[in-house]
């Protein structure tokens, strides 16, 4: 079993920048492909970002935050980061961690992903 915890959200003004951590622990842990997944009041969740746990940290981002986030990991930490830059107020939502079992690859997609933190609110105000 895999746990997951966030951490690293807050209220800020549109422009600020905020650094969201995930710690994870459990023997499923060491090798699992790791996301961010959103979700705004109203909305349905969404993908921000994912990560190769491994393998060279290949990454991907929504269009919506190209340029602007960078997911990064510390393996050693069994942590996941999530440095978001410019903040917009369309970025406010809740923030999941989530992470697959090991042996997959990388994926945008919510369903792929097996384990879930509960979430860390990021509000940006305009």
């Known amino acids: 079993q895999l746990q997951l915890v966030e951490s690293g959200g807050r209220l800020v003004q549109a422009g600020a920048s905020l650094r969201l951590s995930c710690v994870g622990s459990?023997?499923?842990?060491?090798?699992?492909?790791m996301g961010w997944f959103r979700q705004a009041p109203g909305k349905e969740r969404e993908f921000v970002a994912a990560?190769?746990?491994?393998?060279?940290?290949?990454?991907e981002y929504a269009e919506a935050v190209k340029g602007r986030f960078i997911i990064s990991r510390d393996i050693a930490k069994n942590t996941m980061y999530l440095r978001m830059n410019s903040l917009k107020p369309e970025d406010t939502g809740l923030y999941f961690c989530?992470?697959?079992?090991?042996?997959?690859?990388?994926?945008?997609?919510?369903?792929?992903?097996?384990?879930w933190g509960q979430g860390t609110q990021v509000t940006v105000s305009s």
């Open positions: 459990g023997s499923a842990f060491s090798g699992s492909p």
């Open positions: 989530a992470a697959r079992n090991p042996g997959y690859g990388l994926s945008t997609e919510e369903f792929a992903y097996e384990y």
């Open positions: 990560i190769e746990w491994i393998h060279v940290g290949r990454t």
